[in-house]
């Protein structure tokens, strides 16, 4: 004996259960959408993991030529032109004082992040993902991490079972550190 098809929408109906229909969803389906999430450009320097909020990245470049500047701190690579405006290059790994390690030419990235109205570059070994952050899943840095190193750490997060530092990106490309700190100034003759 061969059964006739039945119609699915009949077959679900057939069974007792409120059906929902597209009039249903089109009024009154409501999804809650969280507004305080952030996102973050998760990379990676050495074996470490940090990131930056996404709003202060202008865009994530593979490595540009760089020309060195004299009498600037050793963790200033250069300055570079990025698509008609020069901006100081900062090797990352050098900045928060991480041992060098070598990493992939080929994976190598530039972010291109802007404070106060100037552009800079941070050379990072890696950028591996975009990630989102609920406010309630920052924690605020270990007291024992103070000092220098410290300072550059705005909170940490949990990413894939890893540690996310987010950096302070005001403390890491603070002015004031970008001369070198040996440099002898001209004393005038007279």
Avoid: C
Avoid at 46 to 66: R, V
Avoid at 84 to 94: E, K, N, T
Avoid at 120 to 139: K, M, N
Avoid at 149 to 158: E, F, K, V
Wanted: charged fraction near 30%.
């Amino acid at each position: 004996m061969a059964r006739e098809p039945q119609d699915l929408w009949q077959a679900l109906s057939k069974g007792g259960e409120v059906l929902a229909t597209e009039e249903d969803y089109e009024h009154g389906y409501k999804r809650e959408v969280r507004q305080d999430l952030q996102q973050y450009v998760a990379f990676r320097i050495g074996k470490e993991h940090y990131g930056l909020p996404i709003a202060d990245i202008s865009e994530i470049s593979k490595e540009l030529p760089t020309t060195p500047v004299p009498r600037t701190a050793d963790f200033v690579r250069g300055i570079g032109n990025v698509r008609g405006s020069v901006i100081p290059v900062v090797d990352l790994d050098r900045r928060l004082g991480l041992p060098y390690t070598e990493s992939d030419p080929a994976l190598r990235r530039i972010l291109i992040v802007r404070r106060q109205d100037e552009l800079y570059g941070l050379v990072v070994d890696e950028v591996f993902a975009v990630v989102t952050i609920a406010p309630e899943a920052l924690e605020d840095a270990p007291g024992a991490l103070g000092g220098p190193r410290g300072d550059y750490i705005q909170a940490l997060a949990r990413y894939e079972g890893e540690i996310l530092i987010i950096l302070d990106l005001s403390t890491v490309l603070d002015p004031r550190d970008f001369v070198a700190r040996n440099v002898r100034t001209r004393r005038s003759s007279r």
